[in-house]
């Protein structure tokens, strides 16, 4: 495996990369506007029947990138690479349970790095995987707002608990079933929980304002994430008899199944219970046309709110001072291939939009056809900022892009996706879509795939024993770039098993709040507890389990390791009241 080098903690005194963009007499603010499970369906795409009406007066104002790729097409590793910079080979988080500093405890994230370079850094609502939004890399705490996703009714909920009582008891979701996954709630636009965040962000936008110094403020929106609930208004803005529906509701001939996964995410809400897999059955029309439905409505709302992003940014005069970042985590499948939802290595799935409004640049109102990677973000943004690039990250600064959209970039883009003991692992070429399923435990090749572009663009077709001179050399090209041999998924902190019953007392003396969560033996983070300064609390435990400790604020952290002799746990010790 490629490690992530020890000494990567301290990236900001080591050599960097020189800028090249036009120097600024005064550092840019950044707004960094990151949407969930957004695929590149807007009008600013090609997309006629989209409502998206603010998002393409970004593209106008800006570029807008035609080829940006992600690292892996599932939330966590998709942000926890774009944020530091680095592949999952060298980050080794690859799925949603893997938290970045139980894999990789000195890697370095953009919002810290621009903290160390003059700038004050905020998040607010999804930046990197709910619930671990990473307080280290905040200047403030981060905070979410106080407001529902879903607003289901009471006949809902009731309805809700009446399926889930009809669950067999050894379904997976029982105990975990979910309300329905659309619903138009006759509310203000505020009242959800992305109308309040742009409520929040507006309000931390004039605070920044205020207060003058560069700032890089991050916004994260959850729709058009599932449970779809946008307000009522924005699924009037569409007819659900006119949609388009996909062209192609059938997996890929001659693909493996493991490729495709099973569009199980949808099976977690109540009305979608008996969601088909791709291989085993397709959704009536009605029911894809109600999905489609409630999937455009959510983006619509939420091309609304970036449009008050925007004009909040107008109002204060600060919008030719502010780079502004469009960006979603991954694509997503609605009904193409037969199948629902994110998590594979196909071009649905792992293409995203993506937007950059420099004031400066020459190239605002054209596109870039350029492959572009999503770590590329995280350089760009440096140059972009005046700010040295850490020389340890794998991104590629693309900010010439946005003066000469036609100028090289990348050569290829890679993406990820482990499933059923598998990685497989993809290149994506200006003509090739190629990818190879390797076995965790040994790196033995178990099923490959090739997609020619140029004759089928929505890979409809597996034809990798048709071109073994493309797929010798993407294959060389994949070998170059990412970990073909055997991948352990257990994180290097992790708890570990069978120790002695230990009951510990844990003592905040931090003044201020801290969260313990415990981390199990794969390294995936669990449950987790606040204590308030000066609290105490019984836990009963394990020795040789680990606990990640961190200060809601950002500057307290440890990993504590539970010992033979440990009965109490003082946190902080040495801090100052």
């Given at each position: ?5 020890a000494l ?10 020189a ?13 960094f506007?990151?949407i969930?499970?957004?695929r590149?369906e807007?009008g600013?795409y090609?997309?006629?029947h ?7 007066a ?5 570029v ?11 939330c966590?590793p ?6 530091t910079?680095l592949r999952p080979d060298?980050?080794?988080?690859y799925?949603l349970?893997?938290h970045f ?5 000195d890697?370095v ?6 903290s160390?370079h003059?700038y ?8 990197f ?18 407001a529902s996703h879903?607003?289901?009714t ?5 309805f809700?608990?009446?399926v889930e ?11 975990n079933?979910?309300g329905?996954?659309a ?5 203000p636009?505020?009242?959800?929980f992305?109308?309040?965040?742009t ?7 004039q605070?920044?304002a205020?207060e003058g ?7 994260g929106?959850t729709?058009p994430h599932l ?7 924005w ?21 493996p199944?493991?490729a495709?996964?099973?569009?199980y995410e949808?099976?977690?809400y109540a009305?979608?219970?008996e ?6 059955g397709?959704l009536p ?6 999905l489609?439905?409630a ?11 970036v ?10 005069g600060?919008a030719d ?12 499948k ?6 629902w ?8 799935d792992t ?20 492959l ?12 972009l ?6 020389a340890e ?9 946005l003066d ?10 890679f ?8 990685m ?12 190879e399923?390797?076995?965790l435990?040994?790196?033995?090749l178990a099923a ?22 493309a797929?010798?050399?993407?294959a060389?090209?994949i070998a ?6 055997p991948i352990?998924?257990?994180a290097?902190?992790r708890?570990?098993p ?10 905040n003396?931090?003044?201020?709040s801290?969260r313990v969560?415990?981390i ?6 669990q449950?987790?507890f606040?204590?308030?300064?000066g609290a ?8 040789g389990?680990?606990f ?8 307290y952290h ?5 010992g ?5 746990r003082?946190l902080a ?5």
């Amino acid at each position: 495996m490629r490690t992530l080098p020890a000494l990567f903690l301290l990236l900001c005194t080591l050599p960097l990369v020189a800028c090249s963009h036009a120097p600024t007499p005064a550092r840019p603010n950044i707004l960094f506007i990151s949407i969930d499970d957004l695929r590149p369906e807007l009008g600013c795409y090609g997309a006629g029947h989209m409502h998206t009406p603010h998002i393409d007066a970004l593209t106008q104002s800006g570029v807008a990138f035609d080829r940006c790729y992600v690292q892996v097409a599932v939330c966590n590793p998709s942000r926890a690479s774009t944020l530091t910079g680095l592949r999952p080979d060298r980050l080794h988080v690859y799925t949603l349970r893997q938290h970045f500093r139980e894999t990789a405890p000195d890697a370095v994230t953009l919002p810290q790095h621009l903290s160390a370079h003059g700038y004050t850094s905020h998040g607010l609502g999804k930046i990197f995987h709910n619930p671990w939004q990473d307080p280290r890399s905040w200047d403030a705490p981060h905070q979410w707002p106080d407001a529902s996703h879903n607003h289901y009714t009471p006949e809902q909920r009731a309805f809700t608990r009446r399926v889930e009582e009809t669950l067999p008891d050894n379904a997976w979701q029982k105990g975990n079933l979910r309300g329905p996954i659309a619903h138009d709630p006759d509310i203000p636009d505020a009242d959800h929980f992305d109308g309040a965040l742009t409520v929040l962000a507006q309000g931390r936008l004039q605070q920044l304002a205020q207060e003058g110094r560069p700032f890089f403020l991050a916004v994260g929106y959850t729709l058009p994430h599932l449970p779809w609930c946008p307000p009522r208004a924005w699924w009037d803005r569409y007819d659900r008899s006119a949609l388009p529906l996909a062209d192609n509701p059938y997996p890929p001939h001659g693909a493996p199944r493991v490729a495709l996964g099973t569009s199980y995410e949808l099976a977690h809400y109540a009305d979608n219970v008996e969601m088909p897999t791709p291989y085993a059955g397709t959704l009536p029309e009605g029911e894809a046309r109600r999905l489609r439905h409630a999937y455009y409505a959510s983006v619509s709302f939420i091309d609304a709110q970036v449009g008050l992003l925007i004009d909040e940014l107008d109002r204060l005069g600060l919008a030719d001072d502010t780079i502004v970042v469009l960006w979603s985590d991954h694509g997503w499948k609605l009904g193409e291939h037969n199948a629902w939802g994110k998590m594979t290595n196909y071009e649905l799935d792992t293409r995203i939009p993506m937007v950059i409004r420099d004031p400066r640049a020459q190239a605002n109102g054209q596109r870039s056809g350029q492959l572009v990677e999503s770590i590329d973000l995280y350089p760009t943004l440096c140059e972009l900022a005046g700010v040295p690039s850490p020389a340890e990250i794998d991104g590629r600064s693309a900010a010439v892009l946005l003066d000469d959209p036609d100028t090289p970039h990348r050569d290829a883009a890679f993406s990820q996706y482990t499933r059923q003991g598998l990685m497989g692992n993809a290149i994506r070429t200006e003509r090739w879509r190629y990818v190879e399923w390797r076995r965790l435990d040994n790196g033995s090749l178990a099923a490959q795939e090739l997609y020619d572009h140029d004759n089928d663009p929505q890979e409809n077709q597996n034809i990798v024993d048709d071109h073994p001179e493309a797929v010798a050399r993407l294959a060389q090209l994949i070998a170059n770039t990412l970990e073909t041999g055997p991948i352990d998924l257990r994180a290097p902190i992790r708890s570990d098993p069978g120790g002695e019953r230990r009951s510990v007392r844990w003592t905040n003396a931090y003044p201020g709040s801290v969260r313990v969560t415990w981390i199990n033996p794969m390294g995936h983070r669990q449950s987790a507890f606040d204590l308030a300064p000066g609290a105490a609390r019984q836990l009963n435990t394990f020795v040789g389990h680990a606990f990640a400790v961190e200060s809601l604020d950002g500057a307290y952290h440890e990993v504590v390791r539970i010992g033979t002799d440990d009965r109490e746990r003082t946190l902080a010790p040495d801090a100052k009241p």
